[in-house]
């Protein structure tokens, strides 16, 4: 992101007070969106933007122009601003902190967020989906795996496994890549798209490209209704937490690499002998890398 993008970002003060000032002038549509953020906004922190759409009976570009109306520059914008007035600011490193806490503490916490989200991701990750997306990715010539900000370090994470099990996969954490890249797809290609929110820009548009020309699009994204879902085939879920309260992943981080490990360990039960070899093969290779 430009340094004017990433400034664009930042949280505007004062957000429900803009709301309140502007509610009077607001179309009937935009009234509704106004009035449930006022009566809820620790609600709306937690949501994406297709439930604020469903609970309000508007549209998801009626949100996005809602928020646009406001100065900001889309429903995250208005979620960020929101949280910095809402919520206590050391909720923006790890939400169970506070301010106070000493290391033993802390370590607790935070150990226990990413406990969690296993056990929560393990609950609602759901073996059939695990199963076709397996195939799906067995059955393509080459995958292509899409993550931006913090999914990009998940996405090189799983091109270098699916590598080292004889898999032709390449990761894209560049936007522009990505959007040529999945654009020029087709059905022979396979596509794991891995974003927490579902509502990146970046990754939303090409998933959404992939899925138009043809690809079968995989998508690792949090238990909520999303934008991205409606250009998934195949949803592997996680559950964590960091919805509320922060953009930054840190146990999703953790649930999402748990999720990757299955799906890589599942593809190479599924082709065990062509796995085995050629993970002899790398570890040999890469043994000359050691001392």
Do not use: W
């Not at 695990?130 to 913090?150: D, F, N, P």
């Not at 579902?198 to 998933?207: I, M, N, V």
């Amino acid at each position: 992101m430009t340094q004017g993008g990433a400034r664009d970002q930042m949280p505007v003060e004062n957000a429900l007070a803009r709301i309140r000032i502007a509610r009077p002038t607001m179309p009937k549509g935009a009234g509704r969106i106004a009035d449930f953020v006022l009566a809820e906004p620790e609600r709306v922190v937690r949501m994406s933007v297709t439930e604020l759409s469903e609970a309000t009976g508007a549209s998801e570009g009626s949100v996005i122009n809602f928020c646009r109306s406001l100065g900001l520059t889309g429903f995250q914008h208005l979620k960020l601003s929101l949280a910095q007035e809402i919520v206590r600011p050391v909720q923006f490193i790890h939400e169970d902190l506070e301010k106070d806490d000493d290391l033993e503490t802390v370590c607790r916490k935070v150990f226990h967020s990413g406990i969690q989200a296993l056990r929560d991701t393990h609950s609602v990750l759901d073996p059939q989906a695990l199963g076709q997306a397996v195939a799906a990715m067995r059955a393509a010539k080459r995958i292509e795996i899409y993550g931006i900000g913090s999914s990009a370090p998940i996405a090189e994470d799983a091109h270098y496994r699916m590598l080292r099990i004889g898999l032709d996969a390449r990761a894209m954490t560049d936007s522009h890549i990505q959007a040529i890249s999945a654009s020029r797809t087709g059905p022979d290609v396979a596509v794991l798209t891995i974003s927490h929110t579902g509502a990146t820009h970046e990754t939303l548009t090409a998933t959404r490209l992939a899925h138009e020309a043809g690809a079968k699009t995989v998508v690792i994204t949090n238990y909520a209704r999303s934008p991205i879902q409606s250009h998934a085939d195949i949803l592997l879920y996680t559950m964590a937490r960091e919805t509320r309260f922060r953009t930054e992943a840190m146990a999703s981080r953790i649930a999402q690499l748990c999720v990757i490990d299955a799906l890589i360990a599942a593809l190479a039960l599924a082709d065990y002998d062509r796995a085995t070899d050629t993970l002899r093969r790398t570890f040999d290779i890469l043994s000359i890398k050691r001392f």
